[in-house]
């Protein structure tokens, strides 16, 4: 575990914490005017190693050369010219700052972060950190990497595959999400998961790689419905030349001769789970752990026995839970970014999937 403290005068700006993965969904922008929860989860931070923040730079003002130097091999809407390096935190583990509001960066309904550092440290006043918390954004504090550093609290050893999946407790791919400022029962909305849609756009950058430009399966189910329909708009029609399956800690691959294998990353140190033996030669997708877990061990909808008034032995078949109204559609710009950055976006086909992205849009096979 680790403190983080001001570089100008040394004092505390957080709680203790332990570093785990950056989430795929910490840059999202979703919807219009909805509230997002807390990106991390309390005792925990995450480093983006890629520069972000402001200043930004258009992609038309970039050299092809300089871009591709950083990891870009294909267009995306703005670069930043930020520092490396910045710290995502929980608002409620920040310690010993003060908020300066009046520097809102353009937002809507509360922080947005597009004026740099709004937090200064308040023994120094040396400006330390943003915090965002507008609609549509996730509420996250981004400590600035050359305003803090962090000394170590104690040696944290990473938990096992198998203590990671022994409760096998998963992301809920849908449920309620509420508009900003609004108390009122008909404003909320049972919606896809952001979370499960951000994933899903890193994940099908990886499966269109991984395709070659041939047709591609994934398991029917949860898995289909989420993958499946995009897969088919963008790759061409025909039987499926080749297949991805489900594989990981405590399942093995159902078809060990399978090309490509949809895995979990490690939540602490971001590694993608190995196999072993034949499917070592598999390519990889990388799939949240909760998410992962929701895929590979569905949980069924049973009845369950209920006490109090009626017998003990009696089973009643609680409501299902309401399920979104829309088909799911993975996040835009998670693709994008995530396929831009993957070598293999040089070659014509991945190059005229990304310049017509706009048009997917408008389809509904991505949500913008």
């Not at 995306?76 to 608002?91: E, F, H, K, R, Y």
């Not at 609290?153 to 990473?158: I, R």
């Not at 897969?231 to 399956?245: F, M």
Request: glycine residues 10%; aromatic residues 8%.
């Amino acid at each position: 575990m680790f403190v983080f403290v001001c570089t100008g005068c040394g004092a505390d700006l957080t709680a203790p914490l332990s570093q785990v993965e950056l989430p795929v969904h910490a840059h999202q922008s979703y919807g219009n005017g909805l509230q997002l929860p807390v990106l991390m989860e309390p005792g925990t931070f995450a480093v983006e190693p890629e520069p972000w923040g402001p200043p930004w730079r258009r992609w038309e003002d970039t050299d092809p050369d300089e871009a591709e130097a950083r990891g870009i091999y294909a267009p995306v809407g703005v670069l930043s010219d930020g520092a490396p390096g910045a710290i995502a935190v929980a608002p409620g583990d920040v310690r010993g700052t003060r908020l300066l509001p009046e520097l809102r960066g353009g937002a809507c309904c509360g922080i947005a972060g597009g004026d740099g550092p709004n937090m200064v440290c308040t023994a120094c006043g040396l400006p330390v950190a943003t915090r965002i918390d507008d609609c549509s954004l996730w509420q996250t504090v981004w400590l600035a990497p050359d305003a803090v550093h962090r000394l170590p609290v104690d040696n944290a050893v990473p938990l096992s595959w198998e203590e990671l999946t022994a409760e096998r407790e998963g992301t809920p791919p849908f449920g309620p999400m509420a508009r900003w400022g609004a108390s009122h029962e008909p404003y909320r909305y049972w919606l896809w998961s952001p979370v499960w849609e951000a994933a899903a756009g890193r994940a099908l950058a990886h499966l269109l790689v991984a395709s070659q430009g041939d047709p591609v399966s994934v398991p029917d189910g949860l898995a289909g419905e989420v993958f499946q329909r995009t897969l088919d708009t963008l790759l061409p029609a025909g039987p499926p030349a080749r297949r991805a399956v489900l594989a990981g800690p405590g399942q093995r691959a159902s078809d060990p001769a399978a090309d490509i294998l949809l895995v979990p990353t490690h939540p602490q140190t971001g590694e993608l789970w190995a196999p072993e033996g034949p499917s070592a030669a598999a390519y990889l997708v990388p799939l949240p752990l909760g998410i992962w877990l929701r895929l590979a061990f569905p949980a069924p909808h049973l009845p369950l026995p209920v006490l109090g008034n009626m017998p003990a032995d009696v089973l009643r078949d609680d409501p299902i839970v309401p399920r979104p109204r829309s088909l799911f559609a993975a996040d835009g710009r998670s693709f994008q970014e995530t396929l831009a950055r993957l070598p293999a976006a040089r070659s014509p086909w991945l190059r005229e999937i990304l310049d017509s992205l706009t048009q997917k849009w408008h389809g509904r096979v991505f949500f913008q």
